[in-house]
């Protein structure tokens, strides 16, 4: 979800992947979640899934399950909060990772941070 107006976004790298997030959905699962603290929700459309975190006032490293994930080799597309997203909140980093549905996503994640990963089959 975009947090701000549209034109904010203008000019940044994350704006292509916000665009080609589908707004209709085949699956939807919640993968983690504590109340108050934190919360993982995973998309699915077709054979790519989308996965988005978001996390409470308190910092914290997550581990996400990719149980969800069915068999075979995937590419972790992640968009997180850059390692001074404290100071500077609209700094991201963008990761490629090969995972499985035997992976445990780490993600480190700010206080009132997020990330948002697009998984989709590896070629």
Excluded: C
Aim: aromatic share 8%; no cysteine; net charge positive.
């Amino acid at each position: 979800m975009a947090s701000d107006y549209p034109e904010a976004y203008r000019g940044q790298k994350v704006f292509g992947f916000i665009r080609a997030i589908p707004n209709l959905w085949d699956e939807t699962h919640v993968v983690t979640g504590r109340p108050g603290e934190d919360v993982s929700v995973a998309r699915r459309r077709g054979r790519e899934w989308y996965l988005g975190s978001i996390i409470g006032w308190r910092a914290n490293d997550l581990g996400i399950p990719l149980e969800f994930l069915s068999k075979g080799d995937f590419i972790a597309e992640t968009y997180s909060d850059a390692a001074d997203a404290d100071a500077n909140p609209k700094h991201r980093a963008r990761e490629e990772t090969r995972v499985t549905a035997a992976t445990v996503l780490r993600v480190k994640m700010a206080s009132g941070g997020g990330q948002a990963v697009r998984i989709r089959p590896a070629r």
